[in-house]
């Protein structure tokens, strides 16, 4: 099933609840795995070609970012809950 940007978002605060600090590869991965994606789901572009999916997570990131609910680590591509 391909997940509405609420579901995305809702998801992403279920991942950095649960785990904290997570690498943007793994929160990709568990998005899929959770809304059981199929590959022709997954392999849907966006209009630069870029995957579909991906770009969706990390727009719903960075509206996170802005609220000021998650930031970055300092290390490439890891995230954290703030507090």
């Known amino acids: 099933m391909y997940p509405s940007r609420l579901q995305i978002r809702s998801a992403l605060c279920q991942i950095f609840n649960s785990r904290r600090t997570v690498t943007v590869q793994?929160?990709?991965s568990r998005i899929k795995?959770?809304?059981s994606m199929t590959a022709e789901e997954v392999a849907r572009k966006d209009s630069q070609g870029a995957c579909l999916?991906?770009?969706e997570i990390r727009w719903e990131m960075q509206t996170?970012?802005?609220e000021g609910r998650i930031t970055g680590t300092g290390r490439k591509g890891e995230w954290r809950l703030t507090l």
Request: aromatic fraction near 16%; glycine fraction near 0%.
């Open 53 to 55: 999916i991906e770009h």
């Open 26 to 28: 793994e929160i990709y």
């Open 64 to 66: 996170l970012q802005k």
């Open 33 to 35: 795995d959770e809304f």
